[in-house]
């Protein structure tokens, strides 16, 4: 059971490059999300998804795209990076009305 | 838009004392209220969570304080030690059944040994 796994661990980027960032799970939870993490400004949801077919925009959605074919795979697409998307990317998953969400180490990107 | 202050933003306590940190929101539209605990190049773990129908939870040295009225809540980690040193979200989770979470923006805890 390896929980949730995130690739890359870390990227660099140039400005107007396009990248996936991986997030697989195999707790079978229907719910998963993506959130950004900056320096002192904590967590913030990009997307997430209540099971497959489904997502929704979090709090910080522009610039970022998701699918969900399956219920173990969650991407994150960046089409245009820009600098202001520098940030420590992390995925998580839930079981519906769970009260833990189970979070992946993380994907460090730069966008130079 | 839904937020959740945190502060202090860092904390340092000697070894064997109490570390506070506090959280306040501002919706009630809220069910449900977990800390986080993360440490250098890893992603956070839950650590303690309440409802708000409760107004403490203990588990081990860590404990949850929760004010409904004041909409405040507050981590204290008793007998602190070395191992502690990681930072702290708190978060609120919203009620819609979506199960959105809205985080702190995160302490950074030092215990001095």
């Known amino acids: 059971n390896a929980g949730v796994t995130q690739t890359p661990k870390f990227r660099i980027l140039k400005i107007g490059q396009s990248m996936t960032l991986q997030c697989t799970q195999d707790?079978?939870?229907?719910?998963m999300y993506w959130y950004r993490q900056d320096p002192g400004m904590g967590l913030k949801l990009i997307y997430y998804?209540?099971?497959?077919?489904?997502?929704d925009k979090g709090e910080v959605p522009n610039g970022y795209n998701v699918s969900r074919s399956t219920t173990e795979d969650f991407p994150l697409r960046l089409e245009l990076a820009a600098p202001s998307q520098t940030s420590v990317y992390f995925c998580a998953s839930s079981y519906p009305e769970a009260n833990e969400q189970f979070f992946g180490p993380g994907t460090r990107l730069t966008v130079l | 838009q839904q937020q959740v202050k945190q502060s202090p933003q860092s904390l340092i306590v000697q070894k064997g004392g109490i570390s506070i940190i506090n959280c306040a929101y501002e919706?009630?539209?809220?069910?449900?209220f977990p800390w986080y605990q993360q440490f250098p190049g890893k992603g956070p773990a839950l650590l303690i969570a309440?409802?708000?129908?409760?107004s403490e939870k203990k588990e081990g040295r860590f404990t949850i304080s929760f004010n409904k009225s004041a909409k405040q809540f507050s981590l204290h980690i008793m007998d602190s030690q070395p191992g502690d040193s990681a930072t702290y979200f708190c978060a609120a989770r919203g009620t819609s059944g979506t199960y959105k979470y809205i985080f702190g923006t995160g302490t950074r805890l030092k215990v001095l040994a």
């Open positions: 919706n009630t539209a809220f069910d449900y």
């Open positions: 998804s209540v099971g497959a077919g489904i997502t």
């Open positions: 707790m079978n939870h229907n719910y």
């Open positions: 309440i409802r708000p129908d409760v």
